[in-house]
C-alpha cells in the first residue's frame, strides 16, 4: 500500500543533542497542547491510546525532524510554519532553516528482502522479555530478536490498517547492545543492520518509544 508522509527538518542557531528529543516532543505538546489533537500525545479523556505514532519527533545531526504519517500530515502540516524557536529545557533556539517533504510511499510486505539500519536506538525489550533474553546464547537471541522485529512490523501494520498478506521473514545481519537512559529510566536498545521483506519508510520507527524517537530505521 501507498502510506502519506511528511517530513519536516527544523535546523537551529545551534545543534541539538539526542538527549533533548523528550523536550522537543514536550515542546511541541505544549505550545499545540490547545489544538485537542490526540495524535500528538496518545492521550485522550479516558486515558493513554494504545496506537502507532502519527506524528513522530527526532533528533538527528544536530538537527529537530517532526515526521507525519497519514492523517499525521495535516497536522502537522498545520503547526510547522509556526515553529520559529524551540525551548527544550530552559534553553531557547532559533529555528533559522528547514524544509517540508511530503510522498506517497510504499509501505508493507513485499517479494524482496531490503536491507536497514537503526539511526536511533531499537527498544526491542521490555522488563520480562529482557530476562528471558539474557538467558539465551547468542543463536538464541538473535533468533528471539527477529521474532520480536516481525511482531514491531505486524503491530505497526494493524495500527495503520494495513493487512499483511504474506509471510514476513527478517534476519539480523548484525547489531550491538547499548545503554540508554529515559527521563530516569535505564534500559537496552539496539543498533544494528538487518533484512525484511517489508517496505519500511525512511525514518519511521519500530518498537518502543517510537514518538519519542527511538527505533527509527533508514534504508540501505
Not at 31 to 37: P, T, V, Y
Not at 117 to 139: C, G, H, I, Q, T
Not at 207 to 217: A, L, T, W, Y
Request: glycine share 10%; proline share 2%.
Amino acid at each position: 500500500m501507498k502510506l502519506k508522509t511528511m517530513h519536516c527538518k527544523l535546523k537551529t542557531d545551534r545543534p541539538l543533542k539526542k538527549f533533548q528529543t523528550s523536550y522537543l516532543r514536550g515542546y511541541i505538546l505544549n505550545k499545540f497542547n490547545k489544538c485537542g489533537h490526540k495524535e500528538l500525545h496518545h492521550h485522550s479523556g479516558n486515558g493513554f491510546i494504545y496506537s502507532y505514532p502519527k506524528i513522530q519527533y527526532k533528533i538527528m545531526g544536530g538537527n529537530a525532524y517532526l515526521i507525519g504519517i497519514d492523517e499525521g500530515t495535516n497536522i502537522l502540516g498545520s503547526m510547522v510554519l509556526d515553529i520559529d524557536k524551540l525551548e527544550l529545557n530552559h534553553e531557547l533556539y532559533d529555528v533559522v532553516d528547514g524544509y517540508i517533504s511530503v510522498k506517497s510511499e510504499d509501505f508493507g510486505a513485499c517479494d524482496d528482502l531490503k536491507k536497514y539500519r537503526f539511526v536511533s536506538p531499537w527498544v526491542a525489550l521490555n522488563e520480562k522479555n529482557y530476562l528471558d533474553y539474557k538467558k539465551l546464547n547468542e543463536n538464541g537471541r538473535k533468533e528471539k530478536l527477529e521474532k520480536i522485529l516481525i511482531g514491531n512490523l505486524l503491530s505497526m501494520s494493524k495500527y495503520l490498517n494495513y493487512t499483511v498478506d504474506k509471510r514476513i521473514e527478517a534476519n539480523i545481519l548484525e547489531y550491538d547492545e547499548i545503554p540508554v537512559k529515559y527521563k530516569g529510566t535505564k534500559f537496552i536498545g539496539f543498533f544494528g543492520k538487518f533484512e525484511v521483506n517489508f517496505n519500511i519508510p525512511n525514518l519511521l520507527g519500530i518498537g518502543g518509544k517510537v514518538s519519542k524517537g527511538f527505533g527509527s530505521v533508514s534504508s540501505l
